[in-house]
């Protein structure tokens, strides 16, 4: 006799099938820990619970207690931490929660001395998901996709390039998450503070425009430029018919500095006061030819 072995999952309907109810929108905001596996096993446990305590003073800090009793489908990722709200509070999020954040985590690393520093990426997104209420709900491919920029090379390397005491936190938007936020105008940053940006992960079938802030920065913020037949088709700039070479696209870019593009002769003087907490001053003297 074959013995009970309980009642099987009830399959969902096949897509493409039948019209349903679209799930409600939500904003997500997923985190990393930077290097994690890095730790010693022994310190792996510290860090997991230090993340959610951590976005909970932040958020608690800039206001937005209510966004953390609200949370839906919270979950822990062992080295981060995630969880969908209310989309109305995405401007918030975006600004002032993410400078909060940075706060926070220089006092955790800096003033009280953490045994463990802590670096954070977060990933920032938005759209349909399911809320079941139980450790399935929040599956989606907004999900997954904000796992993905999370995991991007533009935002690990801006933690790998930045100064480890003064970078703490770099964040990447989905590009919906931009358009919506702050090309409208919602949030207290002007886009000005955002570089857009080719979000990739190494391994995965994944591509996606991005947008990347940093809310105290110490190194470059490079914009990632499309190259080739993609930098011409974008701007309009290929002649009919695709005829004609173009060469590469420059940026310069030099923030408080100078760019020197044709022949300078006697000096030049550059003096920068304040450069992510760094005092720079400089001369250049002399002939200058070419691009400095």
């Not at 990426?121 to 759209?127: D, K, T």
């Not at 992960?201 to 993609?230: C, I, T």
């Not at 002649?239 to 006697?266: D, E, F, L, Y």
């Amino acid at each position: 006799m074959r013995e009970h072995i309980g009642e099987l999952p009830r399959g969902s309907a096949a897509p493409f099938t039948r019209s349903r109810l679209l799930p409600p929108y939500r904003g997500v905001l997923a985190v990393d820990a930077k290097g994690f596996t890095g730790h010693p096993a022994i310190e792996h446990e510290a860090i997991s619970r230090a993340v959610p305590e951590l976005l909970k003073a932040a958020l608690t800090r800039a206001g937005l207690q209510e966004l953390w009793d609200d949370r839906a489908f919270p979950n822990s990722t062992g080295d981060g931490y995630v969880f969908g709200f209310d989309t109305a509070l995405m401007p918030f999020v975006i600004h002032p929660l993410l400078l909060v954040l940075q706060d926070v985590l220089t006092d955790f690393n800096v003033l009280s001395h953490g045994v463990v520093p802590i670096r954070l990426r977060v990933s920032l997104n938005v759209g349909p998901l399911p809320d079941t209420g139980d450790e399935f709900g929040g599956n989606g491919t907004v999900r997954n996709d904000t796992h993905r920029l999370l995991d991007s090379r533009p935002v690990k390397a801006v933690l790998a390039s930045h100064k480890e005491n003064i970078t703490h936190v770099a964040a990447i938007l989905s590009d919906r998450c931009y358009e919506d936020a702050v090309a409208g105008g919602y949030t207290g940053r002007h886009p000005d503070h955002f570089v857009e940006v080719a979000a990739t992960v190494d391994g995965k079938p994944f591509s996606q425009r991005a947008w990347v802030y940093v809310p105290q920065p110490s190194g470059p913020l490079h914009e990632e430029a499309p190259d080739g037949d993609e930098a011409e088709a974008r701007e309009g700039t290929r002649p009919p018919g695709g005829a004609g070479p173009r060469g590469p696209r420059v940026r310069n870019s030099a923030p408080r500095g100078a760019i020197n593009t044709g022949t300078v002769h006697g000096g030049q003087s550059v003096s920068n006061h304040h450069v992510a907490g760094d005092h720079v001053e400089g001369t250049t003297a002399d002939i200058v030819r070419g691009q400095g």
